[in-house]
Structure formats: C-alpha cells, structure tokens
C-alpha cells in the first residue's frame, strides 16, 4: 500500500470520478506518493496548510498506471511515483490528515503497526 496526501475538497471532486491526477502528471510528470515508512519524512510538507487534507491509501497492485520507485534526492529512500492516472478503484481507505496541537502529523492508529524508516 502507499499513501498520497491531499485536500479534503480535492478528493470530495474526485471520489466519483473513474481515475484522476491530470493535474499532478501536467505540475510534475507523476503523482508522487510514499510508502507508509516514509510518509513521515514527508509530512512536514504539509504542516502549514489550513485546510484539512486526507491520506489516500492506495493498493499499488489495483494500480492500471504504473509505479516506479524512484530516489530523485539521492538520499538513499524510494519513494513511488505513479506514472499515469489513478484508478479510484485502487483507493483502498481514505483517512484523516491528523496533526498534534503543533500542527505535527500524527500517525493514524490504522497505519500504527507499520515501523518508520
């Protein structure tokens, strides 16, 4: 499973739809995603945005696009990068973007049993 993180209005426009992610593969050639190990690195990204984002969790093998791991930092971490359109009926889970009263992310008790890296 991997995690790709955005608005709660972004998926509520996009939750009915068959596939979805034209606008990421026209900003940045993929839709970038993360492997639940690392959704914490990335998190920070996300911590001074207002509105409220959920985590969509994704069954890479529903997939009709194809992913590759990729480490564009040279930091020695893959991270997935789906190459084509997601399929919604790929979308395993949708859950909340939680913070702490820091605006830190906290990880949803659904994904607590999965160790960080």
């Known amino acids: 499973m991997i ?3 955005m608005k709660g209005t972004t998926w509520e426009e996009r939750k009915h739809k068959p596939a979805w ?7 940045h050639g993929c839709i970038h995603c993360s492997t639940i190990e690392y959704f914490w690195r990335v998190a920070p990204n996300f911590k001074d945005m207002e509105e409220e984002l ?3 969790c994704i069954d890479e093998n529903k997939l009709k696009a194809e992913v590759r791991y990729e480490d564009e930092d040279n930091c020695g ?3 997935p990068h789906v190459y084509g359109l997601i ?3 790929a979308v395993i889970a949708v859950l909340p973007f939680t913070k702490d009263e820091h605006g830190n992310y906290v990880k949803n008790q659904e994904l607590a049993h999965i160790e960080d890296k």
Not at 21 to 27: E, P, S
């Open 54 to 56: 959920v985590l969509l």
């Open 21 to 27: 992610g034209n606008r990421n593969i026209r900003a």
């Open 77 to 79: 971490r893959f991270y």
């Open 3 to 5: 995690l790709h993180c």
């Open 87 to 89: 399929n919604n009926d």
